[in-house]
């Protein structure tokens, strides 16, 4: 099976609810999907969200890296061999780690369509059922509320709370929110870069005095502050995550010896895809610190991806944040996983399983 054109289409998925956080507000997934095409009429399937303001990259520059540096070093290769694939892809260029993450989910697609296996298989195996969280959006206090109290009704046992804004606002946030669910579901706080490392530890110190357990808080402080990380991991009793400070393997090496987070927060388009991100994984548990698996505003094609990952890695991926699909007004995938809820299933169909994507447009 060889590798003999790479394609191109832009997905569309209106959210049911305008997706908030303390960086952007956003009202529809609007991604990249990468088709990879083979001599035997295989297709692999691959998807990148513009996310500017975290990675960098925007459609433009994803189609531009994946057609100028990525593909012309695929065209021809062998999908069997998936090592050299992944070199090529991540030494194609510095950075653009959403354009190789699409390409690369694509091909390990190819790879698990090649043997005939789903990939979490061919990864390790383990268990094809997970389960996710659900994000909050950052609003006004009663609509936060009735958000979660909703998301609990429909099943969620755990809920993901933007943070961020205001730091008086945000503490008075939780506490309603816990006040509401607290015996049906556990809090996750992600304060997505809105605090100093002294505003992280008053309001997380503030939470914990007023009886509030949440069960972590992430990114509280700037990605690249290490050391402000660092002051709020040692001062708050409730487990820190660090997402956006990590992007690929180094950096997670970096953030375990400094001791500055207790959870690592993999994400395939901050990683540059699934290879790094299997390497992330390898090197938490090594060290015996958890990870999250999470993803940016994606639709079901690259959160597909992302679940046979998790359970591939389930000893050391131990919390789930692949809500992306769900936030949709539908699901345009045909096939890949089953999404019901807070409940993911993955079935027996090789590789991603994906069959077709309903209401691409197409890009020359």
């Keep these: 099976m060889k590798i003999t054109e790479i394609r191109f289409g832009k997905l569309?998925?209106?959210?049911?609810?305008?997706?908030?956080?303390?960086?952007?507000?956003?009202?529809?997934?609007?991604?990249?999907?990468?088709?990879?095409?083979?001599?035997?009429?295989?297709?692999?399937?691959?998807e990148a969200p513009a996310t500017a303001v975290i990675t960098g990259d925007t459609h433009g520059s994803i189609l531009d890296a994946i057609r100028h540096?990525?593909?012309?070093?695929?065209?021809?290769?062998?999908?069997?061999?998936?090592?050299?694939?992944?070199?090529?892809?991540?030494?194609?260029?510095?950075?653009?780690?959403?354009?190789?993450?699409?390409v690369e989910i694509a091909v390990y697609d190819l790879w698990g369509q090649l043997y005939g296996a789903p990939l979490y298989r061919l990864l390790g195996g383990g268990d094809p059922v997970i389960t996710t969280d659900i994000t909050i959006s950052v609003d006004y206090i009663d609509k936060m509320v009735a958000d979660s109290v909703a998301a609990v009704e429909r099943g969620f046992e755990s809920l993901k709370i933007k943070?961020?804004?205001?730091i008086g606002v945000d503490i008075e946030?939780?506490?309603?929110?816990?006040?509401?669910?607290?015996?049906?579901?556990?809090?996750?706080?992600?304060?997505?870069?809105?605090?100093?490392?002294?505003?992280?530890?008053?309001?997380?110190?503030?939470?914990?005095?007023?009886?509030?357990?949440?069960?972590?808080?992430?990114?509280?402080?700037?990605?690249?502050?290490?050391?402000?990380?660092?002051?709020?991991t040692e001062r708050v009793h409730t487990p820190v995550m660090a997402d956006e400070s990590v992007f690929g393997p180094q950096e997670v090496i970096d953030l375990i010896r400094l001791?500055?987070?207790?959870?690592?927060?993999?994400?395939?388009?901050?990683?540059?895809?699934?290879?790094?991100?299997?390497?992330?994984?390898?090197?938490?548990?090594?060290?015996?610190?958890?990870?999250?698996?999470?993803?940016?505003?994606?639709?079901?094609?690259?959160?597909?991806?992302?679940?046979?990952?998790?359970?591939?890695?389930?000893?050391?991926?131990?919390?789930?944040?692949?809500?992306?699909?769900?936030?949709g007004r539908f699901n345009p995938v045909d096939g890949g996983v089953i999404f019901n809820e807070s409940e993911i299933t993955i079935t027996d169909a090789p590789g991603l399983g994906i069959r077709e994507i309903r209401g691409l447009d197409m890009i020359d």
């Design 259 to 327: 001791r500055a987070a207790d959870i690592i927060n993999i994400k395939l388009m901050k990683t540059g895809g699934l290879s790094n991100a299997i390497r992330i994984a390898d090197i938490a548990a090594l060290y015996g610190v958890e990870c999250m698996i999470g993803c940016m505003l994606e639709a079901a094609v690259s959160v597909t991806a992302a679940v046979h990952l998790a359970v591939a890695r389930a000893d050391v991926i131990t919390k789930v944040d692949l809500d992306g699909p769900s936030l």
């Design 69 to 102: 540096y990525i593909a012309p070093r695929l065209i021809g290769q062998e999908v069997a061999n998936l090592n050299r694939l992944t070199r090529l892809i991540q030494g194609a260029m510095e950075r653009n780690t959403s354009a190789k993450a699409a």
């Design 173 to 232: 946030r939780v506490k309603a929110i816990y006040a509401a669910v607290a015996d049906r579901a556990l809090l996750r706080l992600d304060a997505n870069q809105g605090w100093t490392a002294k505003q992280a530890v008053y309001a997380l110190q503030t939470l914990e005095d007023a009886g509030v357990r949440l069960e972590l808080v992430e990114q509280p402080v700037k990605a690249r502050d290490l050391e402000g990380m660092r002051y709020v």
């Design 12 to 46: 569309r998925v209106p959210l049911k609810t305008p997706f908030k956080t303390a960086l952007r507000t956003v009202e529809e997934v609007e991604d990249i999907v990468v088709m990879v095409h083979t001599d035997t009429g295989h297709v692999g399937y691959g």
């Design 163 to 166: 943070v961020g804004k205001d």
